[in-house]
Every structure is written in C-alpha cells, then in structure tokens.
T-cell receptor, first 111, second 122 residues
Framework: QSALTQPASVSGSPGQSIAISCTGT?????????LSWYQQHPGKAPRLIIY???KRPSGVSTRFSGSKADNTASLTISGLQAEDEADYFC???????????FGGGTKLTVL | QLQLQESGPGLVEPSETLSLTCTVS??????????WGWIRRPPGKGLEWIGS????????YYGPSLRSRVTISGDTSKNQFSLKLNSVTAADTAIYYC?????????????WGRGTPITVSS
C-alpha cells in the first residue's frame, strides 16, 4: 500500500516562513496534481486550504501556498501567525485500488 | 451554503455494527458528479479516508483498510447518506466526519461536517 510521508512536527516563530513536506512516489504525487492540504485545529473539523497542488479555495489566506518537486509536495506558510498552530495533512489520489490516502499529519507549533 | 451534519450513537459495544448518518443541507446529494465521503480520525492518529459514494453515478468506493467491513449508502429523499461499519473494535474509536468529495479529475474534500465522536467500549 502506498504511503504519504510527512514530518511529525515543524515549528517556527511569528513572521517566519515554514514548509511542510509530503513525500510519495512516482506513481502518485509524481504523476499528477491531485494533491490537497488540510488544516485542523484541536476539536475542529479539517479545513481545505490547498487543492490540485497549488490552488487556494475562496477565503484561504494567500500566506498558504502549495508546490511540488518530483515526488514531494510542499505546503508553505509565510508570515507565520499564532492562529496557524494546528495539524496539517496532505492527501493524494494514489491509484485505482487504494484510491486515496492522507499523510500521517504534521503538527505545526508557532513559538 | 452547503452544510453537513453527522449523527451517531456516541458509544458502540465491541463486535456490534456502527451506524452513522450525514444530513446535507443547502444542496442536493444528487448534484452533478459530487461524491460524498466518510473520513475518521482516531485519537492521537491521523486522518483516514473510509469511503465515498456518488448517487448520480451509482458508485461506491472504499479505502483498503476497512473495505471488508464497511458499507456506505444513502436516502436521496432525505438528502442523507450513511455509514455502516460492522464488527467494531476499540481500534474503531475515532471522530467520524462526513464531507463532500470532489472526484473526477480532482480528489479532495471541500466541505466538512463538524464530526461525531464514536467510542467502542463495553
């Protein structure tokens, strides 16, 4: 079964920029842009912040951006704010048997 | 504005069947090629896609880990869809979310319910 690998945790100070990686394979992340990112605050529902690799839904801050290089997708958050402290999950279509997977999640701490 | 709301029993005994319902308002579950999905998050763990259904295409898709125990169905007259997970164990304790799942040439969940906590315990 495919897996999407994220770092367990990242941290940054207010105003800084951070990046969260999501590593897959040439058969999933490396072969299409069906990659999305979700933000989840404690006790809240996940919120879509990036879809199709680098598109932002209406209402999502421009401080959030998505990119990809080979088999690794990245979520970059610029101008870190205290409210960005949350868990972040990538999600990708991985094929016609498994269909889709979430990454293990990354806890962002704003110092 | 599309809204989704999960409902469920809260507590389920081991080996029993978990039944959850998602009520959709502000839009129809028979709209275009929209799929409707279930996702869960066990305590201390990450998100897991359980499966999704499309009422206009009459299709259901399930993730591999729960495929043998899960069924997703719906009642279009009530604008609801449901999840049944049989033979539950403590490992099925989680917050369960329903969401609209955009599928064709896409693969993401754009509108989520608030989630319903489920505990499996005797």
């Amino acid at each position: 079964q495919s897996a999407l690998t994220q770092p367990a945790s990242v941290s940054g100070s207010p105003g800084q920029s951070i990046a969260i990686s999501c590593t897959g394979t040439s058969s999933d992340i490396g072969s299409h842009d069906l990659l999305s990112w979700y933000q989840q605050h404690p006790g809240k529902a996940p919120r879509l912040i990036i879809y199709e690799g680098n598109k932002r839904p209406s209402g999502v801050s421009t401080r959030f951006s998505g990119s990809k290089a080979d088999n690794t997708a990245s979520l970059t958050i610029s101008g870190l704010q205290a409210e960005d402290e949350a868990d972040y999950f990538c999600c990708s279509y991985v094929g016609s048997h498994t269909f889709g997977l979430f990454g293990g999640g990354t806890k962002l701490t704003v110092l | 504005q599309l809204q989704l709301q999960e409902s469920g029993p809260g507590l389920v005994e081991p080996s029993e069947t978990l039944s959850l319902t998602c009520t959709v308002s502000g839009g129809s579950i028979k709209s275009g090629s929209d799929h409707w999905g279930w996702i869960r998050r066990p305590p201390g763990k990450g998100l897991e896609w359980i499966g999704s259904i499309c009422f206009t295409e009459n299709t259901e898709y399930y993730g591999p880990s729960l495929r043998s125990r899960v069924t997703i169905s719906g009642d279009t007259s009530k604008n609801q869809f449901s999840l049944k997970l049989n033979s539950v164990t403590a490992a099925d304790t989680a917050i369960y979310y329903c969401a609209r799942h955009l599928w064709h040439s896409k693969w993401y969940f754009d509108v989520w319910g608030r989630g319903t906590p489920i505990t499996v315990s005797s």
